[in-house]
């Protein structure tokens, strides 16, 4: 079966197989092409969960996901794109670059980022200090840049991870050391909430 149509490429779940035919601008067409698939598949993956938890019921959307070997921690991550709506998504711009303007700024300000992340062609960590509006904290010589913090990117980390641990099923001595562990976080964000 072939799952997506590119010209003297046989394509299935498992693999390729390219003839020896296949000059090479024929090859940079077919590396353009699977490239866009990859690219395009949190996209798909973000709008059709979205689809079953609008018309089906939690568990059963579960369901059909852990049927099917797909992690559905990761499709919740990827969920939050799914609120810029398609016609402002930009295929210059990678799942990333969505993900983080979704994550991080404003409803009335993500089109403006979309567009600005394009004309300026910003990385997702540029892309995310301009959402903040912060700089990278500098080393010694003001070149290079120390750190890249984006809170929001690390926080969908930690959910996605939480959901594919499957902590709520850990004994209780495991789960009293992660909270023992992201203690320190918790605080942050208590003070964070209260101030």
Not at 111 to 117: G, S
Not at 165 to 191: G, I, N, T, V
Request: charged share 30%.
């Amino acid at each position: 079966m072939n799952i997506v149509k590119i010209p003297n490429t046989e394509l299935d779940a498992c693999g390729a197989v390219l003839p020896e035919s296949v000059g090479l601008n024929e090859y940079r067409e077919i590396v353009k092409q699977v490239g866009w698939c990859e690219g395009s598949v949190k996209f798909w993956i973000c709008d059709i969960y979205m689809f079953g938890r609008k018309k089906f019921k939690p568990e059963e959307v579960q369901r059909v996901f852990e049927d099917l070997g797909i992690d559905e921690g990761i499709a919740r991550t990827y969920a939050t794109v799914h609120e810029i709506p398609h016609s402002h998504r930009s295929k210059n711009l990678s799942f990333g670059h969505h993900k983080a303007i979704a994550d991080n700024a404003p409803k009335e300000k993500q089109l403006e980022f979309i567009k600005l992340a394009e004309e300026n062609k910003w990385s997702v960590p540029e892309l995310r200090r301009q959402i903040y509006g912060i700089r990278p904290m500098i080393s010694g010589d003001d070149s290079k840049p120390m750190t890249e913090f984006a809170p929001g990117h690390w926080a969908s980390e930690v959910v996605r991870m939480a959901h594919k641990w499957k902590w709520h099923e850990w004994p209780e001595d495991r789960r009293e050391a992660l909270r023992k562990e992201l203690k320190p976080a918790k605080e942050l964000l208590d003070q964070l909430w209260s101030s």
